[in-house]
């Protein structure tokens, strides 16, 4: 029958090499090592040698585990992805997770609260985008909503108002009509509701300005008046209008601004 006739360490750290008969035969983590008793004389039949690499098998996956989880909090379907990616059988990946969950090692519903909070205070990202990341995650629906509570509306309000002085700045250049709808975009976009979107745009308190809209309208109609040179007199200006007016801008304001054009082509 096989006999343990050494045992040596490896350079990784809680790592052995057993020998049977002399010749190596197989590794084995420091947990196995502890757990069957392993020591020079010992017999190692076949049955014990089954139990042995499924011991092992168990403890290389549970390590895996701990270290993908080391670097940051996981969800139970990303721990589980990371194992699969590893050739982890799935009865392998049950009993980690069941151990991991033992061990408090998981919680999705710890992971969901921890992601809500964060995104309070470092994001600019509405419940709903919220929703969506922790259900791409695999956090059941259930505990994604309990998490979301912790987003208070004055949570809301006060994050919402942020990114939308950050819109009102990016796109100051646009008519207030367009200005307006991009802010309202980019809040929807981001994951505010209708009525959370509403309340954010009252209090961001745009005002339209006819000297600010002007100066838009100037840029704008530049931009638009070199991209129209292909066409001319009537058919210029037409082309030119349709364009400024899909922006936003006044049609009075815009029909002063092409007479101008005109005027200094001819």
Known sequence: MPTITKITTQKRKGRYNIYLDEEYAFPVSESVLIKFRLTKGMEVPAELRAEIDTAEAHAQAYQLALNYLSYQLRTEMEVRIY??????????RQQVIQRLYELNLLDDAGYAASYVRT?????DKGPQV?????????????L?????????T????????????KLAKRYRQQSFQN???KIRLGLRQKGFDADVTNQIISQLELVRDDDT?????VEQGEKVWRKTARYSGYERKQKAKQQLYRKGFALDQIDH??????????
């Open 130 to 142: 919220i929703r969506t990341k922790l259900r791409e995650k695999g956090v059941k629906p259930e």
């Open 179 to 181: 200005r307006q709808q």
């Open 119 to 123: 995104a309070m205070r470092t994001s």
């Open 257 to 266: 601004f092409l007479t101008e054009k005109q005027a200094e082509t001819e």
């Open 144 to 152: 994604i909503t309990n998490a979301l509570d912790l987003f208070t």
């Open 213 to 217: 809209e002007w100066a838009a309208l």
């Open 154 to 165: 004055n949570d809301l309000l006060a994050n919402g108002l942020k990114l939308a002085e």
């Open 83 to 92: 194992l699969k990616q590893h050739d982890i059988p799935v009865a392998v």
